[in-house]
């Protein structure tokens, strides 16, 4: 399967700022995600990223908060933006292999807001 | 509103003996199943794929899928403390142009040496 970097791999932020979320896949893919896993809870999908068009947000997820862009096959990167400690969660990022096939996940991202 | 439920646990069994993951989901349409683990501060790691009724082994898992009950299990044989984890049953959804993955809550499973 693909190998899916992530970066930063965790950070601790301050109220009111924005962070920009980078994931880099080795071989071209068309769908990517990104996934919320808040703690102590499963995943929830905030949208899926085509290249070349806007991404699909899910219902509870918008783009001004959380702005996505996929300017190629191997890479996409979410921003948390005006960040609140609400929003204190891991953020992952998947690809998946086709449709009616399983995603793959990078390493996540953990995200502290002070 | 689609839904993918699990036995809520958390689940505990002596190393040796089988663990059973039980998952339930709404939408009658879905094809494709799999199981995921994740470790604490780990990411969910893909263990079983399955997209037909039965039974499909591989090494010490079972995953079993009833498409007529909506119901896809799990099976740890021998379980041993390293399967110590959260199991997430995820539902594959087909769109118009796009797959939607929808992960249950997650098991908890806790193997006593």
């Known amino acids: 399967s693909a190998v899916i970097s992530q970066k930063p791999s965790r950070d601790i932020c301050q109220r009111g700022t924005s962070l920009t979320i980078q994931c880099q896949v080795d071989s071209q893919v068309t769908m990517m995600f990104w996934y919320r896993q808040q703690p102590g809870q499963s995943l929830t999908l905030i949208a899926t990223a085509n290249q070349g068009s806007e991404a699909t947000y899910e219902s509870g997820f918008v783009i001004d908060k959380f702005p996505i862009s996929r300017p190629n096959l191997t890479f996409s990167t979410l921003t948390v933006s005006n960040m609140s400690p609400e929003d204190s969660s891991i953020y992952l990022c998947?690809?998946?292999?086709?449709?009616?096939?399983?995603?793959?996940f990078g390493d996540g991202t953990r995200l502290s807001i002070l | 509103q689609k839904e993918v439920e699990q036995n809520s646990g958390p689940l505990s069994v002596p190393e040796g003996a089988i663990a059973s993951l039980n998952c339930t989901y709404s939408d009658r349409g879905s094809q494709s199943f799999f199981w995921y683990r994740q470790y604490s501060g780990k990411s969910p790691e893909l263990i079983m794929s399955?997209?037909?009724?039965g039974d499909k082994e591989d090494g010490r898992f079972t995953a079993q899928l009833n498409k007529a009950s909506q119901y896809v299990s799990l099976l740890i044989r021998d379980s041993q403390p390293s399967d110590s984890a959260t199991y997430l049953c995820?539902?594959?959804?087909?769109?118009?142009?796009?797959?939607?993955?929808?992960f249950g809550p997650g098991t908890s499973l806790s193997v006593i040496p």
């Open positions: 995820a539902v594959n959804y087909m769109g118009t142009s796009y797959d939607k993955v929808i």
């Open positions: 399955i997209y037909s009724n």
């Open positions: 998947s690809v998946g292999e086709g449709r009616n096939q399983p995603q793959h």
